[in-house]
């Protein structure tokens, strides 16, 4: 999410959570976008966030790394919002999606709403 426009500019929804994945995302969103790499990419502490594939993906397109105190929520205060809108969505299933293919059409609708 960009934080300057709110603008989503990059999401996949995968069966787990790896820095290759994340690099393939950030990858998938620096070129739609026109090929322009963010300066700064702020997540939270969590070990994929740090994983060697998408450090060295940053360090390659010049994107500077920026993470979130430990234990403090706040310092992502715009995406644990967001995240927050979506799971208590009157649509959002809290048995669990039904497939992969589900929850990946649920955040694309509410990630297309979210851009308007």
Do not use: Q
Request: glycine share 6%; proline share 3%.
């Amino acid at each position: 999410m960009d934080l300057y426009s709110r603008k989503i500019v990059g999401y996949e929804v995968y069966e787990n959570e790896s820095s290759e994945n994340l690099a393939t995302v950030l990858k998938r969103a620096t070129l739609n976008e026109g090929s322009l790499a963010p300066n700064v990419l702020h997540s939270d502490n969590g070990s994929p966030m740090k994983g060697t594939t998408l450090v060295a993906l940053c360090y390659l397109l010049g994107i500077a790394a920026s993470y979130s105190r430990p234990r403090t929520s706040n310092d992502n205060a715009h995406m644990e919002s967001m995240f927050r809108t979506v799971k208590y969505c009157a649509s959002y299933p809290y048995d669990g999606f039904e497939s992969l293919l589900a929850a990946r059409c649920v955040f694309s609708l509410k990630c297309a709403t979210h851009s308007r």
